[in-house]
Nanobody, 123 residues
Framework: QVQLVESGGGLAQPGGSLRLSCKES????????IAWFRQAPGKEREAVSC????????YYGEDVKGRFTISKDLAKNTVDLQMNDLKPEDTALYYC????????????????WGQGTQVTVSS
């Protein structure tokens, strides 16, 4: 069974950085495509970044393009999301998700989800 655990969330100031990690417990990271989504209060869950897409990937949401980077660390068996130049509008609960390779970067493409890690950007 796929188990995903997110870590690295917290409080950051505007312009600051955080690095989120998603660990897949069964050491089958290469088997699954991993993505990051976020959901702010009162808003729908949105795709932040997908390491694989039907176009080859990776995909980044327009709001994070140029600021966030998704990467895989095979030594740690994690998929990380480096978030730079954070903005208050990045405040959300961030989820990692696992799905099949080559799917569109939408929540419907991912069937295994972590519990989420809170990111708050505030001065």
């Amino acid at each position: 069974q796929v188990q995903l655990v997110e870590s690295g969330g917290g409080l950051a100031q505007p312009g600051g950085s955080l690095r989120l990690s998603c660990k897949e417990s069964s050491n089958r990271l290469d088997y699954y495509a991993i993505a990051w989504f976020r959901q702010a209060p009162g808003k729908e869950r949105e795709a932040v970044s997908c390491i694989s897409t039907s176009d080859g990937g990776p995909y980044y949401g327009e709001d994070v393009k140029g600021r966030f980077t998704i990467s895989k660390d095979l030594a740690k068996n994690t998929v990380d999301l480096q978030m730079n130049d954070l903005k208050p509008e990045d405040t959300a609960l961030y989820y990692c998700a696992a799905g099949l390779w080559g799917q569109p970067c939408t929540a419907a493409s991912y069937h295994h989800w972590g519990q989420g890690t809170q990111v708050t950007v505030s001065s």
